[in-house]
């Protein structure tokens, strides 16, 4: 972690707090960055990205900023993240990188990247307040969020009519729909959960309300099994118990044909997926309408959203320039422009707090059937974003494990209640076999 200097005993103590929640935190002398002061002359930054359009963004900043020129270098692979590990320890890691949220809490728990709290702190008001959460696991800050992913809904409304059903507002109203459907067609789907990719579980926790990881203290509290998150749990059980779902594998080429030919009739989804149906839905297109995600409270309407960020990694000598380029790349209306254009490719949707500039152009014309006001439920999306929810300094590894029994969970041979019982157990203590004091929340 960084050593700050010239601080109050109460700052001193509120990062020592800190480190004990994120372990290794970002410890040695190259780190000790934000407490540094503004870097003046001509500087150099390495960035790695694996995201379309960037490349040609890093060149626009370059001609306009003269005194920090950033070499962009393509880091596109599986093998991504591992590079990035390798680097860091071999001292030759980029300044910058693009890295998911959960992905950049377990680095700053590594001690892999630098905190830039007081560098960044003057553009947090750009960003939506789940999106700064996102590059702030324990309250330190670690890098700029890039993009944001809120779910929506998008359904087959030629086939809703059919079968006599609504959009849902609600789970509840999902699993009725679904329900319904099949009463008329038996073989007909209302959604799909593959058996690789347990998102929907994380997706109706963070709607619910649940916190699965809290910095509290001193410690990480860890709630797979508060009221929340089994109330999520439960809406999966019912749709699995019920065969209620699909369970098309994201892997497969074919996935799409399961919506297309009217299989599934109803999905949650979000921006940078449009362009590919667009592309990958030929027999429906034009039938499709978009409509918010369904809630579990509407009195409080909550979604949930994926984060991409640019994360600062240790031994960057420069965060304050870092710094300044990350938050110009996914907050300049110059840059945002571009990258949210689909002829830019990057699938980009941007975390900032008003998003309305960026909407229009991101939806297919003739993909829905323009009975809803698409740009509306996108926009609502972005603002409904629950803020509660926190990554903790394991959460890519505990993701790793709830894969290898989410497959159990969809094959009716493990319920998701024993699922997150197991998962609670086994993140303690991952969390306190790393010298990370966690306990269990009530």
Not at 153 to 161: E, I, M, S
Not at 247 to 255: F, I, K, L, Q
Not at 392 to 397: F, I, T, V
Request: hydrophobic share 40%; aromatic share 10%; net charge neutral.
């Amino acid at each position: 972690m960084t050593t700050f200097r010239a601080r109050t005993l109460t700052a001193a103590a509120a990062a020592a707090s800190l480190c004990l929640l994120l372990a290794a935190c970002s410890g040695g002398e190259d780190s000790n960055a934000d407490a540094r002061t503004s870097t003046k002359g001509k500087v150099s930054l390495e960035f790695w990205s694996w995201t379309d359009g960037i490349e040609a963004q890093a060149k626009v900043w370059n001609k306009e900023h003269p005194e920090t020129q950033v070499k962009f270098v393509n880091a596109a692979g599986e093998t991504a993240y591992q590079k990035l590990r390798a680097a860091v320890n071999a001292g030759t890691a980029p300044c910058l990188s693009k890295m998911d949220a959960m992905n950049l809490a377990s680095f700053a728990a590594d001690g892999l990247l630098t905190d830039i709290s007081s560098t960044a702190a003057q553009y947090k008001g750009k960003y939506t307040a789940p999106a700064w959460n996102a590059v702030s696991p324990g309250g330190t800050t670690f890098g700029i969020p890039m993009g944001s992913s809120p779910l929506f809904t998008a359904y087959r409304a030629d086939l809703f009519k059919k079968f006599g059903i609504e959009a849902p507002t609600t789970w509840d109203d999902l699993i009725a729909a679904g329900k319904k459907a099949q009463q008329q067609n038996k073989n007909v789907k209302i959604y799909n959960m593959a058996g690789e990719d347990p998102s929907t579980l994380v997706d109706l926790s963070w709607q619910a309300g649940a916190q699965w990881y809290k910095a509290d203290g001193d410690h990480w509290t860890i709630s797979f099994t508060s009221s929340e998150a089994l109330k999520a749990g439960d809406v999966v059980q019912q749709l699995v118990d019920n065969g209620l779902a699909s369970n098309a594998s994201y892997a497969d080429p074919g996935v799409f044909k399961t919506w297309d030919l009217g299989k599934t009739v109803a999905m949650t989804t979000s921006t940078w997926q449009l362009p590919i149906y667009d592309t990958n839905f030929p027999k429906s297109k034009g039938k499709w309408q978009l409509a918010d995600a369904p809630v579990f409270d509407t009195a409080s309407p909550r979604t949930s959203s994926n984060f991409d960020t640019t994360a600062v990694l240790k031994g960057c000598k420069y965060p304050d320039r870092a710094a300044q380029f990350a938050a110009w790349l996914s907050s300049s209306k110059e840059s945002l422009t571009t990258l949210t254009d689909p002829a830019s490719k990057s699938g980009l949707f941007p975390a900032v707090k008003d998003v309305s500039p960026y909407v229009d152009k991101i939806i297919p014309s003739e993909m829905f059937n323009k009975e809803s006001d698409s740009a509306e439920v996108i926009t609502t999306a972005a603002s409904r974003v629950g803020n509660q929810w926190q990554y903790g300094p394991d959460y890519a590894a505990m993701y790793s494990e709830m894969q290898k029994q989410w497959g159990k969970v969809i094959n009716k041979q493990l319920t998701v209640k024993a699922m997150l019982t197991s998962l609670q157990k086994w993140t303690i203590d991952d969390l306190n076999g790393k010298g990370i004091k966690a306990v269990a929340g009530s």
